[in-house]
């Protein structure tokens, strides 16, 4: 029985376009619009997509998947500037929000460290949207707890596939990988749809729920050989694709009425981008999304993704505002910009040059020496908190302070109580 196609392995510079123009309205909506754009959706298909893509093509050519070596892969793209930026936010909390957000703060700092946020706000039903200053600088690492998540899973389940295809039926391994991807699509999707509807606020954390994106990713990834259109309907549909995206926060609540059905709007401009893209023209999109300027955008995407939240809200904090000025964030979106370029080069690239094959040690031990200074700043950090309540405590004298013993035991308070 023949397999499917293999696509050309080529780098796509469209989709690091993609990605700079999520994270770019992202940060637009968050600012300004007080709602939510469905860019995570967008940073979850082109996962899907490009590490379904990546991983067939090794264990195609070595018959295998090395699961510590890819965890280093994934550590060496994830850690530096995640923990940097949790250290940092961590740092700034400390300073500058009440005591009373501490104990919240603090175990987020812990959830973030161990990519599981998503599951602590789904459980605490937390607004993503309370941009205020009583909300967390640090809730926008649930988007990349549910990603970490899917990158640790994703390989078991390719080494999945091609366990049943090869060792047990002989069956084509990328016909039997697609099963498997749709029938996940299908019961995710199904799911996301099911839960949106009678508990919307955890299903936009869920794992289960959000599955689905991730999925279509890996089927597109499949299928990218078959997707062959006329280079005059590829124009178009790629300038839609990439309006759709635009737009996706304007036309729905994304906050209140994703991750179910109504995800498949910025999933499906992603796609369309993807389709035109492989069958581009000179006024295609890729024109735009794959230029230079688009593409160092998307190499820092994830530095502006990390950078513009706790900034937002710390802004709040600081200034006790509830909405930004047009100045105002025009400053946050710089200040995030000139972060995410300077950290970028300083923390993330010196690591991503690292081997993983001929550097093993090395790298473990930079992501672990990533990993210590928040985990101890937070234990530190708990400690005083303790120690400031039980102090608190001790000052505390229940003569000047008799509480409703004065009602009850005709106790008198200390004069000027």
């Known amino acids: ?29 968050h600012i300004w619009l007080g709602t939510v754009s469905g860019g995570v959706d967008v940073f979850f298909i082109v996962a ?28 060496r793209r994830l850690f530096p500037l995640a923990f940097l930026v949790l ?4 740092f700034f909390s400390f300073l500058l929000l009440p005591q009373v957000q ?23 039903a937390v607004d993503y949207l309370a941009q ?15 990603q970490g998540q899917f990158y640790v899973i994703w390989p078991f389940l390719i080494i999945t596939a091609y366990f049943i295809a090869k060792k047990v039926f002989n069956l084509p391994f990328r016909k039997t990988l697609l099963t498997l ?7 995710s999707l199904t799911y996301s749809i099911y839960m949106t509807t009678v508990n919307q606020p955890w299903a936009y954390f869920d794992l289960f729920a959000r599955f689905w994106e991730f999925s279509l990713g890996g089927i597109v990834a499949l299928l990218i050989p078959y997707l062959v259109i006329n280079k005059t309907i590829s124009t178009f549909i790629g300038w839609i694709g990439l309006s759709i995206i635009a737009l996706t926060g304007v036309i729905l609540p994304v906050s209140t009425v994703f991750p179910g059905y109504a995800a498949l709007v910025p999933i ?16 295609g999109v890729k024109k735009l999304l794959g230029s230079k300027p688009f593409q160092y955008f998307g190499s820092i995407s994830y530095g502006f ?39 970028t080069k300083i923390f993330e690239a010196p690591v991503r040059k690292l081997s993983v094959k001929h550097s093993k040690k090395k790298l473990a031990f930079i992501l672990v020496t990533f990993m210590v200074p928040v985990l101890a700043a937070n234990t530190y950090w708990g400690i005083y908190f303790e120690q400031t309540k039980e102090s608190s405590i001790e000052e505390y004298d229940i003569m000047d302070y008799p509480g409703a013993r004065v009602l009850f035991e005709k106790v008198d308070p200390a004069p000027g109580i």
């Open 48 to 75: 899907g997509f490009l590490i379904t893509t990546s991983l067939l093509a090794k264990i195609e050519k070595e018959g295998r998947i090395q699961i510590f070596e890819y965890l280093l892969g994934l550590g």
């Open 1 to 29: 029985m023949n397999d499917l196609r293999v696509p050309e392995k080529k780098f796509r510079p469209e989709l690091e376009g993609v990605r700079a123009v999520a994270a770019f309205l992202i940060a637009i909506y």
């Open 268 to 283: 499906t401009g992603v796609i369309l981008i993807i389709i035109a893209a492989e069958n581009s023209s000179p006024y």
């Open 181 to 187: 991807l749709l029938t996940l699509f299908v019961c």
């Open 132 to 146: 205020n200053n009583e909300a967390s600088p640090l809730q926008h690492y649930w988007a990349l707890s549910i």
């Open 102 to 124: 501490w104990k919240q703060i603090m175990s987020e700092v812990f959830s973030s460290a161990f990519y599981y946020q998503n599951w602590q706000l789904a459980t605490n």
């Open 305 to 343: 993704y990390l950078w513009h939240w706790p900034l937002l809200i710390f802004y709040f904090t600081y200034f006790n505002a509830t909405t930004v000025s047009i100045r105002d964030g025009i400053t946050i979106l710089l200040l995030t910009l000139i972060l995410s370029i300077i950290t």
């Open 87 to 90: 250290l940092i936010s961590t």
